[in-house]
């Protein structure tokens, strides 16, 4: 499985980005995906997890702000982020669970700055 990210960049505070992870294959049966993000200086942190079902787990501070969606049929998951504040900005990485494996993208730079 490779998962490919993009739509980082640079972003004025209360900004929005749109982040994609795209899948080499189907998503359909992917146990999870979501996004991690890891601050200068910081350890990786969940962002946001939405399982097969559909269930969703947000890191409290972007709750609100940040949407995870599911494309099913163009294999991508997308992280709608909204309302950016200087402490979202980070690498942010795809990942995915995927028969009892991980799988990680290699990480798109979101800096939110004036």
Same mark, same amino acid.
């Given at each position: /499985?490779?998962?490919?990210?993009? $739509?980082?960049?640079?972003?004025?505070? %209360?900004?929005?980005?749109?982040?994609?992870?795209?899948?080499?294959?189907?998503? #359909?049966? #992917?146990?999870? =995906? %979501?996004?991690?993000?890891?601050?200068?200086?910081?350890?990786?942190? @969940?962002?946001?997890? /939405?399982?097969?079902? $559909?269930?969703?787990?947000?890191?409290?501070?972007?709750? %609100?702000?940040?949407?995870?969606?599911?494309?099913?049929?163009?294999?991508?998951?997308?992280?709608? =982020?909204?309302?950016?504040?200087?402490?979202?900005?980070?690498?942010?990485?795809?990942?995915?669970? /995927?028969? %009892?494996?991980?799988?990680?993208?290699? $990480?798109? @730079?979101?800096?939110?700055?004036?």
């Amino acid at each position: /499985v490779q998962l490919q990210a993009s $739509g980082g960049g640079l972003v004025q505070p %209360g900004g929005s980005l749109r982040l994609s992870c795209a899948a080499s294959e189907s998503i #359909f049966s #992917f146990n999870v =995906m %979501g996004w991690y993000r890891q601050g200068p200086g910081k350890q990786r942190e @969940l962002v946001v997890r /939405v399982s097969r079902g $559909g269930s969703t787990v947000y890191k409290d501070s972007v709750t %609100g702000r940040f949407t995870i969606s599911r494309d099913n049929v163009k294999n991508t998951v997308y992280l709608q =982020m909204n309302s950016l504040k200087p402490e979202d900005t980070a690498v942010y990485y795809c990942y995915a669970e /995927v028969k %009892g494996s991980d799988y990680w993208g290699q $990480g798109t @730079l979101v800096t939110v700055s004036s």
